[in-house]
């Protein structure tokens, strides 16, 4: 059994709550919803006659595609450090 | 109007096909698209009795989450180049 201590805490997203579990803070599972729930209303009211299965699957569409963004910026930023540090 | 190129593509995201239209590459778009579909299928391995719905907000969470923990470090990295360029 993991010694790990695990936070639980209960969101509410688009109108349905989750239970979520994880070894982050509760703020930042919030924190986290909080964000899913605005992209996810967002991405409504630019495209009304989606369902919330549709909504969810472009909103986690969208938030891979700028961590992907943003780890080809970190990946420069890796290489400039070391080039600096060599 | 804007000038900007468009792209257009069309995916699959767990057994739906989504039309994805960004300033990305199709193959950028796919990429996202299939990671998207695996971390879903990942998601529903670990939790078979959720719904679609349910499994693309969780995966969304997911990757929101991701995003945040590399924003994290990114701004870490930030600073610690402009500490040494100082």
Redesign the interface.
Known sequence: MSKERKNRTTVD??G?Q?V?V?I?STS?MR???S??DD??REMSSLNPSL????L??????N??????K??E??EL??K??KN??D
């Open positions: 997203i688009y349905q989750y979520i994880g982050e930042h924190h986290v919803a964000q899913v992209k996810m369902d919330t299965s549709k969810a699957v472009l909103t986690a569409v938030a891979v595609h700028d961590y992907l943003l780890k910026e970190y930023l890796e400039e450090l600096l540090k």
